[in-house]
């Protein structure tokens, strides 16, 4: 044999190594092939290519992890590119709606667009965009077993659609996925009262602002009833402009009474605000922001079955809603994780006996000192006999502190929390609106 070449290892060896992994009991292959899909998805799909049973194993866990697409183009080529039988493993759908692309459409009516005139009254703009939601219902309807579903926001740049075609796309969606468990939606101009017919519902979140009225809001909230998640997430909000109003004289666009909808809600187990404003009004006693919180508070104080609170604002709280916020949480019987600002995060001596979990996040422009650390740990060494259920500190800080000093004070708090039977960890956030 020439030097250099090597000796091909034998074929049956081969096999036998590769079947051996198939001797594993079916539950262990299964943790493998989800370990690999978080860690290395590349190296599951590498998986289909060895054995067909091993590949008929795997496929579900692929189609599993989230199926996003940028445009009605990418979902129809993905959908038309593979398999059809291993759809009914997607259940994890995230989609972007963009306008139509005369370009694409062909036929007559292609040719009809791409010739109309924008001032004119024959204009078959309005008909394509129909046809358009027509077509991506029926190819939707190809992904029976979506139990997440996300409408993804828009950037700039994108080809968004008029309004109009956003209110046929969520016309659509009332026929569509039937065991939808969980809806995010951060489209604003979209009406909500086709969440209706989501009755399985489980997990919404959505910004708290839509298009439609107010007694249509509260109608459909009151029809979920196995709705006990909600998250009104609004990053990147800015309550000094007049957008709202503005959208609202257009297409009476505006923001949701989130306390009317909590009121809807009695079931409600987990309940997120986060609300970051770009150049909030300090001097605007009772703006927006406050006011939701307030009434929010007060209506959540009927309810039994809430065991998670998160509010996220960098706006500040202002000693009335601070002293609602305290007063909501020293005398709830029935809360479990809490999390907030650690400027408005109550003391541990008024927390809850009920509480297991306590989340706090540091502003990014705040330093984890020393102090601060020995802060924590007083507070939550004299109370905990007040707190028997407290398992769990969580603190988010924009980054590790650089301070020696800092450092050894956080590892020996972080000791003696933990003798207390308390695990205390400090995690890194990141991000323009650190949420």
Known sequence: MPKGVKKAAPTKAIARSRLRFLTIPLELREHIYTDLLNSSPSTLFDL?????????????????????FDGQGEFVSWLKSIDRGCLRHVVDLHFKLHDIDPATIVGALGKRLRQASPDNNDNPYQEACELEIERLGKFFRHLPNIRSFTILPYENGDARPP???????????????????????YEELLPITF?????????????????????????????????????????????????????????????????????????????????????????AAFNPVRKTIFESLNMLEKHSSLRSLQILTNIDLLSRVQEKFESFISSSRSLRQLESYYDDMPAFEDLPRT??????????????????????????????????????????IDSFPESERARRTAGWVRDKVRELGIRLRLKTWSGPSRF
């Open 48 to 68: 289909l290519l060895t054995n067909r049973q091993i590949a008929d194993e795997a496929k579900p866990f692929l189609y599993r992890q989230p199926m996003i």
């Open 163 to 185: 309004y109009d075609m956003l209110v046929a796309f969520a016309d659509m969606l009332e026929d569509q996925f039937p065991n939808l468990r969980s809806l995010t939606n």
């Open 195 to 283: 969440l209706t017919h989501y009755e399985k519902l489980q997990h919404l979140r959505f910004t708290g602002v839509s298009t439609s009225t107010r007694a249509e809001v509260i109608r459909t909230f009151r029809k979920l009833p196995e709705l006990t998640n909600l998250e009104i997430w609004r990053p990147d909000a800015n309550i000094e402009d007049d957008r709202y109003e503005k959208l609202s004289e257009v297409i009476g666009a505006g923001r949701c009474n989130i306390a009317e909808i909590l009121g809807a809600l009695p079931q409600l187990r987990a309940l997120s605000y986060r609300e970051y404003a770009l150049s909030a009004r300090p001097s």
């Open 355 to 396: 509480t297991e979990a306590v989340i706090m996040r540091l502003d990014p422009l705040s330093e984890l000192t020393p102090e601060l650390l020995m802060d924590i740990f007083s507070g939550v060494k004299e109370s905990r006999g007040r707190l028997p259920r407290l398992a769990e500190i969580s603190l988010y």
